[in-house]
């Protein structure tokens, strides 16, 4: 190209102001991912007449079931005014899929862990080792569910049979928006929500991923192309990360520890993770 267009060519790409921007999910949700502030980074993203695509970058085991379905419909509304390119950098599995799933496409790493679309509740019972303790609780409650998940008490078949009721609701939302977004039938749908996970390669077979992309240019590339634009230029938004953060310290930005602190830790622990 002589050196004249070349100069046209900068000068167009640095006077277009259009931007596509980068958005990271990173974390356990309600954990490390402070879901109201994504939230408004969403929503600023999606007032700026500037922003003309979001590339969402994910490294999420999941987290809370609620929190999970809100960045869900956040992204979704996104994709309704501008192309949102979702990519598995490295773990995409419940909670996050779930998010995943408001996106316009799905993008993973060869070899990131994707799936694991699934609800799961546990509480731990601490009867036994009250008893043991000489410990007893005194409990008054105004309805036979009031205190349904206590430790101090064996659950009945009552129990049991709410608890089950509450996971299989949240269960249809969350295969409800799989089945939505990426267009499955249900005997394809069954195939994918036993909780298991894939690889970013197998996820393409399934159906839980539009293609593998190995770098974060690659999925710039394809919110460029959903976009048309004709220069590709980014501009990352939400919180400011420190720089312990950057450097990929654990709890960094997270405050002092506290339930936030136990989420995150309890979410990794839950998640499946391939070492070398």
């Known amino acids: 190209m002589p050196k004249e267009r070349r100069g046209v060519s900068r000068l167009a790409a640095s006077a277009d102001r259009r ?45 809370s079931a609620t929190e999970s379905e809100a960045l869900y419909l956040g992204v979704r509304r996104l994709a309704r005014e501008k192309p949102v390119v979702a990519w598995i950098r490295s773990t995409g599995a419940s909670g996050a899929y779930f998010a995943a799933c408001g996106a316009s496409r799905i993008l993973a790493f060869p070899s990131a862990i994707v799936g694991s679309i699934g609800v799961i509740s546990v509480r731990p019972v601490a009867v036994e080792a009250l008893r043991r303790l ?11 569910f009031k205190d349904l998940g206590a430790p101090w008490r064996e659950p009945t078949e009552e129990d049991q049979g709410k608890e089950r009721a509450l ?4 269960f249809r939302r969350f295969t409800g928006a799989v089945a939505d977004a990426r267009g499955l039938d249900e005997a394809q749908l069954a195939r994918v929500t036993t909780g298991e996970v894939w690889l970013g390669t197998e996820a393409v077979t399934l159906g839980l991923v539009d293609r593998v992309c190995e770098d974060e240019d690659g999925a710039l590339r394809e919110a460029q192309r959903l976009a048309g634009l004709p220069h590709r230029r980014i501009v990352r938004v939400g919180p400011r990360r420190t720089v312990l953060q ?23 622990l839950r998640a499946p993770r391939a070492t070398l």
């Open 246 to 268: 950057r450097l990929g310290v654990p709890g960094a930005g997270m405050g002092p520890p506290g339930v936030r602190w136990i989420a995150e830790i309890e979410g990794w």
């Open 19 to 63: 931007r596509i921007a980068v958005i990271s999910l990173r974390g356990v949700i309600g954990g490390a991912v402070r879901t109201d502030e994504t939230l408004r980074t969403f929503g600023e993203a999606r007032r700026n007449p500037r922003v003309r695509a979001v590339l969402l970058e994910i490294d999420s085991p999941g987290g």
């Open 167 to 170: 996971v299989d609701a949240i």
């Open 134 to 144: 000489g410990a007893s609780v005194q409990v008054t409650k105004t309805g036979p």
